[in-house]
């Protein structure tokens, strides 16, 4: 799985959007990029995933880069239960082997009132 | 609802003592997995399973054991527990094959060997 990297903390004030950058510049062209947040010690939790095209459900937006060599994990309106460790992961989606999600150090997301 | 349940959330145990932590998934997941969580070192793999009587190694497997009998559990076995395997424990479930939705975590377990 390639290495991702992302700033160890950021701030935001609580009702403005999180911006979430995570640089993967050796992804492979079958690896997806996955967003997990966890809530202080409690098990992680899915956001979102994508491939090249930018995504968007219920609870974050995924912005992908042209290159897909890095992108951009979006909470629009964020607030205080926002606040948790963000992790930005890229695997290869279904394989059949050895499907490990391999965890960095993440980013810490406080949401500020 | 959809999800993974671990048993206990918190265990105190003393050295040397067998214990089992149980995980349980209502999901039809094919995949199962156990993860530990330590300061400074992240979640780490520490066995998973890709179906029944299908289990492999993962990055920290010394001192654990699992089994994978009935789709739906997949348990962590310590059969002597040392004061390192003191940790946050995570059990995991995913279905294979398809792009997924990702992994659902369990709530944790917590242990503390003295």
């Known amino acids: 799985d390639a290495k991702t990297t992302q700033p160890p903390s950021m701030d935001c004030a609580e009702g403005r959007a999180a911006n979430l950058p995570c640089n993967h510049s050796?992804?492979?062209?079958?690896?997806?990029v996955y967003w997990y947040r966890q809530i202080h010690s409690q098990g992680p939790q899915y956001i979102i995933h994508g491939l090249k095209n930018n995504e968007t459900n219920e609870m974050a937006s995924l912005i992908i880069t042209e290159d897909r060599k890095s992108s951009t994990l979006i909470l629009p309106h964020a607030t205080l239960r926002d606040t948790a460790v963000y992790y930005c992961?890229?695997?290869?989606?279904?394989?059949?082997?050895?499907?490990?999600?391999?965890f960095g150090e993440g980013t810490q997301l406080t949401v500020n009132p | 609802e959809a999800q993974v349940t671990q048993n206990p959330r918190y265990l105190i145990t003393v050295t040397g003592k067998k214990l089992t932590v149980t995980c349980s998934q209502n999901?039809?997941?094919?995949?199962m997995s156990w993860y530990r969580q330590d300061p400074g070192l992240g979640l780490r793999q520490i066995y998973y399973s890709m179906n029944v009587e299908v289990t492999d190694k993962g990055d920290v497997p010394e001192g654990y054991k699992v089994s994978r009998k009935e789709k739906r559990n997949f348990p962590l076995i310590l059969e002597s527990p040392s004061p390192n395997q003191t940790s946050l424990y995570f059990c995991a479930s995913s279905p294979i094959g398809r792009v997924s939705y990702g992994y659902t975590f369990g709530s944790g377990t917590r242990l503390t060997v003295v």
């Open positions: 999901m039809n997941h094919e995949y």
């Open positions: 050796t992804i492979s062209g079958n690896e997806y």
């Open positions: 992961i890229v695997r290869v989606a279904g394989e059949t082997s050895g499907s490990r999600l391999t």
